[in-house]
């Protein structure tokens, strides 16, 4: 896939609008980038347990219900994440088809039923009698060549979907250049960055290869700050914007994502 933003020379003007943006987005970070300022969020849930196995499980369900109002988010993470115990890896692991239809039979977040979850929490167990941890999926998929991880991410969701029963595929939708797919991103971000906000339990993905997960917040930010030309936020408005922000940290492309993200939702605090 190409980038959109060809290496070459930067003007004396475009270096130091290049040294602004990047001390505004540190500002933004070091004010936005913390812990209690988390909630309300779905990544609230992920915090909720400590091992690995549990955070990459519970990431992956939050993330898949992560779209609507906040408040219905939460309320469905809460009740599917309930009855899974202290250990929600554990739990999918060892239960039984049987057990995870009747745990979600009355399920439903919005457009998405009971029967779409107990088909991705089935498609979960069936990975992890067959790879142990899901990071396992993903570095299967990962090589070296890639310049992101589009072409992992998309290995991933598909050894995840061929080992599900029939469910609602946009519950986790297959990578294309037309979705920006906001959640997955977001997913990934959760797992392979590490700071007060980003628990990163997946330790082998660079974080260099990851791609802005683009909200409401995040896609008007960005387009003000003239990182795409594009007027809404789809795939190619995701690497267009990515390499914007690789031009300012090369290393962790996405680390400014959630701060961007609260600049928007919890305005009020800059009062």
């Given at each position: 896939m190409p980038n959109t933003i060809k290496n070459r020379p930067l003007s004396k003007r475009k270096i130091e609008a290049k040294n602004h943006l990047f001390e505004e987005l540190e500002e933004l970070y070091t004010r936005f980038n913390r812990f209690e300022l988390i909630k309300p969020d779905p990544l609230q849930y992920v915090w909720d347990y400590s091992a690995k196995e549990d955070q990459e499980v519970v990431g992956l369900l939050m993330s898949s219900l992560a779209y609507g109002n906040?408040?219905?988010i939460l309320t469905s993470g809460q009740k599917l994440l309930k009855p899974l115990?202290?250990?929600?890896?554990?739990?999918?692991?060892?239960?039984?088809?049987p057990e995870i239809y009747a745990l979600t039979k009355n399920f439903k977040h919005r457009w998405h039923t009971g029967h779409d979850l107990s088909g991705l929490i089935i498609g979960i167990k069936n990975c992890q009698h067959q790879y142990g941890f899901l990071e396992n999926i993903f570095l299967k998929e990962l090589k070296n060549e890639h310049a992101h991880v589009l072409p992992a991410l998309s290995g991933f969701v598909k050894t995840i979907v061929e080992n599900a029963p029939a469910?609602?595929?946009?519950?986790?939708?297959?990578?294309?250049?037309?979705?920006?797919?906001?959640?997955?991103?977001?997913?990934?971000?959760?797992?392979?960055?590490?700071?007060?906000?980003?628990?990163?339990?997946?330790?082998?993905?660079?974080?260099?290869?990851?791609?802005?997960?683009?909200?409401?917040?995040s896609f008007r930010f960005?387009?003000?700050?003239?990182?795409?030309?594009?007027?809404?936020?789809?795939?190619?408005?995701?690497?267009?914007?990515?390499?914007?922000?690789?031009?300012?940290?090369?290393?962790?492309?996405?680390?400014?994502?959630?701060?961007?993200?609260?600049?928007?939702?919890?305005?009020?605090?800059l009062n």
């Open positions: 906040v408040k219905q115990g202290k250990s929600p890896a554990h739990f999918i692991k060892e239960a039984s088809e469910f609602r595929k946009n519950l986790l939708p297959f990578p294309n250049l037309k979705s920006a797919c906001k959640r997955l991103m977001m997913y990934l971000r959760w797992m392979v960055r590490k700071d007060a906000v980003d628990p990163g339990p997946w330790n082998q993905v660079p974080a260099s290869l990851l791609l802005m997960p683009l909200d409401t917040h960005c387009r003000f700050k003239k990182m795409t030309k594009l007027n809404q936020a789809n795939m190619q408005s995701v690497l267009d914007i990515t390499e914007a922000f690789k031009q300012i940290n090369p290393a962790d492309p996405v680390k400014y994502d959630f701060a961007i993200s609260r600049l928007g939702i919890r305005r009020k605090l």
